[in-house]
Every structure is written in C-alpha cells, then in structure tokens.
C-alpha cells in the first residue's frame, strides 16, 4: 500500500477547529504543496461560507512546473496528516523534506493576499471548477487515473472569487 497524505488549508486543527481562509478577489492560491517525492492526487475538495447566492468563483487544481507561489503560511510536520495506513512514516521537517518540503515558497496556506509566481509553459490543469460561494465541490481521480504530480514541481489550490468568502479546501494524495 502507498503511503498516503492529507493536508487542509490550514493548521493541524487540535483544541480548536480548523480555520477558514479568505479567497479575496483576486487569484489567490489557497493551499500549495510542494512534492520532493512523486505523489498522486486521488481526491480534493473544497467549500466555502457565503450566506447569499453570489456569481460562483473558479476554483482550479494546477500543477505550476517548477514555479511557486509565496504563501503566508507554511506548514509544520503536523499539519500533512497520515491518511488510510498508521504504518505512513510521518513528514520530515524543512524544505527538504518528505513527502512534500515544507516553507512558504513550499507547502503551506494562504491567510491573506500572495505573491503569485510568473507562470509559464508547462501548467497543468487537474480540474476546474466554479463553484457557489454557497456551495462545496469534490472530485475523487478513478483509480489509475490520479493526477500525477512530479518532485519538484508545484501543485496550487487557487481561487479566484468577485467577492471575498471563506473557504476550506483540501487534498489527499499518495507518493507514487
């Protein structure tokens, strides 16, 4: 069995609940991850807070080559979760480690606005979404047809709503 992961758009959540982020309004990566092993995508989801029927935002899984954003929040080891199998080795610490590097042009969450990279040829499209602010989305990948993310690249969550709403989003992958 794969080793396999799972990481939210926020703070391993322990005496208190997970903490919705702001989409702004402007593309804004939520959530990136930051591979030194491969790893395949095989779920992700997100939600969102609004309390009124408002133009839907696009919502998009992209592997941006070896482009990051800068992010506000980088992850801490706690925050990959082992997901399936207690045998998973944990992640290791630092921009080096394993399965995903972690630091805020690494793994980690966007709070507030970031600093898009300058993406160019090859991105790669996982899935696109508009989705309600009112509204959550998932998508599990078929078995065998996950989307696939090489070391080395990066894999952004990003949003990009009219008006500013709460989200969580999340992915699960496993090192391919």
Same mark, same amino acid.
Request: charged share 10%; hydrophobic share 40%.
């Given at each position: 069995m794969a080793a396999s992961y799972l990481v939210y758009n926020s703070a391993d959540a322990t005496t208190s609940s997970a903490v919705k982020q702001p989409t702004g309004t402007s593309i804004r990566t939520?959530?990136?991850?930051? %591979?030194?092993? %491969?790893?395949k995508v095989f779920e992700w989801g997100c939600s969102f807070d609004g309390i009124s029927a408002a133009t839907p935002g696009q919502v998009e899984l992209i592997d941006t080559g070896t482009v990051p954003a800068t992010v506000t929040t980088a992850f801490g080891v706690n925050d990959v979760q082992t997901f399936v199998s207690t045998e998973t080795p @944990?992640? =290791? &610490? #630092? *921009? @080096? #480690? =394993?399965p995903l590097g972690l630091g805020t042009t690494y793994s980690g969450f966007s709070t507030a606005a970031t600093t898009e #990279? &300058?993406? =160019? @040829?090859? =991105?790669?499209? #996982?899935?696109?979404?508009?989705?309600a602010p *009112? &509204?959550?989305?998932?998508?599990?990948? %078929?078995?065998?047809?996950?989307?696939?993310? %090489?070391?080395g690249h990066f894999l952004h969550v990003r949003a990009n709503f009219g008006t500013s709403v709460n989200m969580y989003c999340y992915v699960l992958f496993e090192t391919a």
């Open positions: 939520m959530l990136q991850l930051a %591979p030194n092993v %491969p790893i @944990a992640n =290791t &610490s #630092g *921009t @080096a #480690g =394993t #990279g &300058s993406y =160019t @040829a090859p =991105t790669r499209m #996982g899935d696109l979404q508009l989705v *009112t &509204s959550q989305y998932l998508k599990q990948m %078929p078995l065998g047809r996950e989307f696939w993310v %090489p070391a």
